[in-house]
């Protein structure tokens, strides 16, 4: 089975990412904050990278066709 690909990947890294700066990677201390990453810029890569994964799944989608077909039972049936 294919491993995820990289577009994937990356996207589970922004979203773990943006995960812990909201969890608490930024301090605020006598007036004064420090923020070890930058949110805004985490998550627009996610945008970027969810977008990749988007766009692959809408390729494979169309590479593998419909996945089940619809049964026509409105005709004559078998004599």
Do not use: K
């Amino acid at each position: 089975m294919r491993g995820m690909s990289t577009a994937t990947d990356m996207l589970a890294a922004y979203i773990d990412a943006e995960t812990r700066v909201l969890a608490g990677q930024s301090v605020a201390w006598e007036g004064r904050s420090l923020t070890r990453a930058n949110l805004a810029e985490i998550r627009a890569g996610r945008r970027e990278w969810q977008a990749r994964v988007d766009a692959e799944a809408a390729q494979a989608a169309r590479r593998v066709g419909p996945r089940h077909l619809l049964a026509d039972f409105s005709g004559p049936g078998p004599v």
